[in-house]
Nanobody
Framework: QVQLKESGGGLVQAGGSLRLSCTAS????????MAWYRQAPGKQRELVAT???????HYADSVKGRFTISRDNAKNTWTVQMNSLKPEDTAVYYC????????????????WGQGTQITVSS
C-alpha cells in the first residue's frame, strides 16, 4: 500500500508565500512523475505543476513564474513553493504521483493525497 501525505496548507494574504510538501510512504519501488493539482469550489481539478524523475518541470500558465516545484528522491518528497499568491489561487491542493509499488514489476499507478486547503485573502 502506498500513501501520500500533504503538509503546509493554510491561510495567507495576497502577495504572500506558502510551501506545500508531499511525502510518499509504503511499499514503493520507484516514483516517476510527481505533481500538484488544485480544485477550486465549483471548478474542475486542474494541473498546477509536474516534475519528472529527471527534474524536468511543467507549470500551468496561471502559476508560471510564481510557483516552483522540486523533489527529493531519497525522501520520496516533493514540494511546491508558491510566491506572489493571488485570491484566485484559493483551492484545495492535491499531490499526485505515478508510483511503481514493490512487486508490481514495470506497472505503475497514480496515487493521490487527501488534499490541503489554501486560502488567499485579498
Amino acid at each position: 500500500q502506498v500513501q501520500l501525505k500533504e503538509s503546509g496548507g493554510g491561510l495567507v494574504q495576497a502577495g504572500g508565500s506558502l510551501r506545500l510538501s508531499c511525502t510518499a510512504s509504503g511499499s514503493i519501488f520507484s516514483i516517476g512523475i510527481m505533481a500538484w493539482y488544485r480544485q477550486a469550489p465549483g471548478k474542475q481539478r486542474e494541473l498546477v505543476a509536474t516534475i519528472t524523475s529527471g527534474d524536468g518541470t511543467h507549470y500551468a500558465d496561471s502559476v508560471k513564474g510564481r510557483f516552483t516545484i522540486s523533489r527529493d528522491n531519497a525522501k520520496n518528497t516533493w514540494t511546491v513553493q508558491m510566491n506572489s499568491l493571488k485570491p484566485e489561487d484559493t483551492a484545495v491542493y492535491y499531490c499526485n504521483a505515478n508510483v511503481v509499488p514493490l512487486g508490481w514489476g514495470p506497472r505503475s499507478r497514480d496515487f493521490w493525497g487527501q488534499g490541503t486547503q489554501i486560502t488567499v485573502s485579498s
